[in-house]
């Protein structure tokens, strides 16, 4: 049976400042995930605070809100079959140096803050996260 999901990627600066975004867009692809929309942005420090407010306690938070408000993302709506679970496979571990191998953020992320790529983590969120970029 099928299961189509949607769920929101981002291309965080350090990728998008490296121009991998397209490398990142085809590697979602080949995985046989459709890109539905997407836009490049750059956000405010506010709306990063916004859209990171369940990390709001951490104290990673301002630097994460600071850094990816730092440079153009490219945001993106990805859909599939299990888009949510599999977007996270895809992406591999938050930290790059425990990612596996063939994952987004092995093959491009440079530390735990410059991790090339952001998704949603539950199917819930992908719908807020969604939402807050594309609210139309
Ligand atoms: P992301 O999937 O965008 O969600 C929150 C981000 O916080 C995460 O990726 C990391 O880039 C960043 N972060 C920084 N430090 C930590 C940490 N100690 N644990 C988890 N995430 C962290």
Same mark, same amino acid.
Not at 30 to 43: A, D, L, Y
């Given at each position: 049976?099928?299961?189509?999901?949607?769920? =929101?990627?981002?291309?965080?600066?350090?990728?998008? !400042?490296? #121009?991998?975004?397209?490398?990142?867009?085809?590697?979602?692809? #080949? #995985?046989?995930?459709?890109?539905?929309?997407?836009?490049?942005?750059?956000? !405010?420090?506010?709306?990063?605070?916004?859209?990171?407010?369940?990390?709001? /306690?951490?104290?990673?938070?301002? !630097? =994460?809100?600071?850094? =990816?408000?730092? +440079?153009?993302?490219?945001?993106?709506?990805?859909?599939?079959?299990?888009?949510?679970?599999?977007?996270?496979?895809?992406? +591999?571990?938050?930290?790059?140096?425990?990612?596996?191998?063939?994952?987004?953020?092995?093959?491009?992320?440079?530390?735990?803050?410059?991790?090339?790529?952001?998704?949603?983590?539950?199917?819930?969120?992908?719908? /807020? !996260?969604?939402?807050?970029?594309?609210?139309?």
């Amino acid at each position: 049976m099928s299961n189509l999901e949607k769920t =929101l990627s981002i291309i965080k600066p350090d990728a998008v !400042e490296r #121009n991998l975004d397209d490398e990142i867009k085809e590697m979602f692809k #080949n #995985n046989g995930f459709k890109i539905v929309n997407e836009k490049k942005i750059q956000i !405010e420090k506010s709306e990063a605070e916004q859209f990171y407010k369940v990390h709001e /306690t951490k104290p990673f938070y301002n !630097e =994460l809100c600071s850094y =990816l408000s730092s +440079g153009p993302i490219v945001v993106m709506i990805l859909e599939k079959d299990n888009a949510v679970l599999d977007n996270r496979k895809l992406m +591999g571990a938050t930290n790059p140096k425990d990612a596996e191998i063939g994952t987004i953020r092995k093959k491009y992320g440079l530390s735990i803050d410059k991790n090339s790529v952001h998704g949603s983590d539950s199917l819930e969120n992908a719908a /807020t !996260e969604i939402n807050f970029f594309f609210k139309d």
